[in-house]
């Protein structure tokens, strides 16, 4: 018999291409995960991994177990789904995941409503970049997450994970008032002359910048890196560079003036795949859709 959490550290392995990355993922040392999938391979009864030179990678048959690891998986989440389905009211932890702009104008009224209509829900949330959050996800430490990506900068779909659209956002050049008439018929490409305030190395905001510039001809002269938009507009407002703000933070202050793009944000409310049915899941999707129409309508 397979072990299931074996099979889950295959799956991540797949994910993540690193033994390194896997014991992060899991708050493992690399050693122990390398022991769980060393047993693994003793209970399949076949070579799963492959050592080229300092890396490891999944034999033919490793990728098409940890393929049924997903399969596997999701089965479990569905029966855990109808677990919960049968019982009586919902209790117990429920993890939320989101970008900060959301968790600021998108989950508080959603969270108000369900403590209320479920008190026996423990609802704890924590602000991630839509670029940790498949893994955490993944590796239980989340169970709903709210993510994004852009038109410009679409993320590939996890197998792994399942999702409901939420919000389709207009994405604004921020600029200083005072350039707002100067930039021409193409305004991104008017600022290539200009500063720019983007977002940390590594973060979606910061890819999605990088490439909206080398798509209208110039690579970005960075001046600061900020990833809270209420700072990069007041930035903005100084008249310290340009920037691109989504409608959810399009609130600027005098001195800052925000230009419509042809860009979208894309948001959508993510989950285990399996998951869909668990009643948990289902009330909160139901609140974070309520409340994010409340939100539009003001």
């Known amino acids: 018999m397979l072990d299931v959490r074996r099979l889950r550290l295959l799956r991540d392995l797949a994910h993540l291409g690193t033994i390194a990355a896997?014991?992060?993922?899991?708050?493992?040392?690399?050693?122990?995960?390398?022991?769980?999938?060393?047993?693994?391979?003793?209970?399949?009864?076949?070579?799963?991994?492959?050592?080229?030179?300092?890396?490891?990678?999944?034999?033919s048959v490793g990728a098409i177990l940890a393929q049924h690891a997903e399969i596997v998986l999701a089965a479990l989440e569905r029966a855990s789904a109808a677990v919960a389905a049968a019982?009586?009211?919902?209790?117990?932890?429920?993890?939320?995941?989101?970008?900060?702009t959301a968790v600021r104008t998108l989950l508080p009224a959603a969270l108000v409503a369900l403590g209320r209509e479920h008190p026996g829900l423990e609802l704890m949330v924590s602000e991630q970049d839509p670029a940790t959050m498949?893994?955490?996800?993944?590796d239980r430490r989340l169970d709903l997450g709210l993510m994004h990506d852009y038109d410009v900068a679409p993320i590939e779909p996890d197998r792994a994970l399942d999702g409901v659209p939420l919000l389709d956002e207009t994405v604004f050049l921020a600029v200083p008032t005072a350039t707002s008439t100067t930039l021409g018929a193409d305004p991104v490409r008017g600022t290539r002359d200009t500063a720019w305030i983007v977002g940390s190395p590594g973060t979606l905001c910061h890819t999605v910048t990088l490439r909206?510039?080398?798509?209208?001809?110039?690579?970005?002269?960075?001046?600061?890196?900020?990833d809270d938009f209420a700072t990069?507009?007041?930035?903005?407002?100084a008249g310290q560079g340009v920037?691109?703000?989504?409608?959810?933070?399009?609130?600027?202050?005098?001195?800052?003036?925000l230009i419509p793009l042809d860009i979208r944000r894309r948001t959508?409310?993510?989950?285990?795949?399996?998951?869909?049915?668990?009643?948990?899941?289902?009330?909160?999707?139901?609140?974070?859709r309520a409340s994010t129409d409340a939100y539009l309508a003001n």
């Open 87 to 100: 019982g009586t009211g919902l209790s117990g932890p429920l993890r939320i995941g989101a970008f900060p």
């Open 134 to 138: 498949p893994d955490a996800l993944r």
């Open 268 to 288: 959508r409310i993510a989950y285990r795949r399996g998951a869909a049915a668990h009643p948990a899941i289902a009330a909160s999707i139901a609140a974070i």
């Open 243 to 257: 920037s691109l703000v989504p409608q959810l933070a399009a609130h600027p202050p005098t001195g800052a003036c």
């Open 22 to 59: 896997v014991a992060e993922a899991h708050t493992y040392t690399p050693s122990a995960v390398s022991q769980q999938l060393a047993a693994l391979e003793r209970e399949a009864g076949v070579p799963l991994l492959e050592r080229t030179g300092r890396r490891v990678r999944l034999t």
């Open 212 to 226: 909206v510039c080398r798509t209208a001809g110039f690579t970005p002269r960075i001046r600061h890196y900020a």
């Open 232 to 237: 990069v507009l007041a930035l903005v407002a």
